[in-house]
C-alpha cells in the first residue's frame, strides 16, 4: 500500500530555517507531482508547494519565496526548504501525490510538527 513518512521538523524562532523529507512508497514516484501541505490548529489543511513531473513548481503566495520544493526520484523522495520562517507557519506538515484540485490522493501520513517561535 502506499505510505508516506515525512520528517525533519522541529521547533524554530522566527527567521529560521527547517527543511522537511518526505519519503514514499507503494507508488511509481517519478509518475506523480507531489506536494507538501500544511495544516495549522482550526483551520483547513492547504497546499502550500507542489513539484510536477517535469519539475515544474507552483507555490502558496504565503510561502513563495520562502519555501522551496525539490525531489529526487532515484529515493523517492520530496522535500521542502522552508527559510524565513514565521509564526503563522506553524502546522503539521504532511505530503501527497498532488490530485485533483489540489487534494491529496493517498490517506495522510502522520505529518511533521513545525513550531515557529516569535
Request: net charge positive; aromatic share 10%; glycine share 12%.
Amino acid at each position: 500500500q502506499v505510505q508516506l513518512v515525512e520528517s525533519g521538523g522541529g521547533l524554530v524562532q522566527a527567521g529560521g530555517s527547517l527543511r522537511l523529507s518526505c519519503a514514499a512508497s507503494g507508488i511509481i514516484f517519478s509518475n506523480n507531482a507531489m506536494g507538501w501541505y500544511r495544516q495549522a490548529p482550526g483551520k483547513q489543511r492547504e497546499l502550500v508547494a507542489r513539484i510536477a513531473i517535469n519539475r515544474g513548481k507552483i507555490y502558496a503566495d504565503s510561502v513563495k519565496g520562502r519555501f522551496t520544493v525539490f525531489r529526487d526520484n532515484d529515493k523517492n523522495t520530496v522535500s521542502l526548504q522552508m527559510n524565513s520562517l514565521k509564526p503563522e507557519d506553524t502546522a503539521v506538515y504532511y505530503c501527497n501525490v498532488v490530485g485533483a484540485y489540489g487534494s491529496g490522493s493517498y490517506p495522510w501520513g502522520q505529518g511533521t510538527q513545525v513550531t515557529v517561535s516569535s
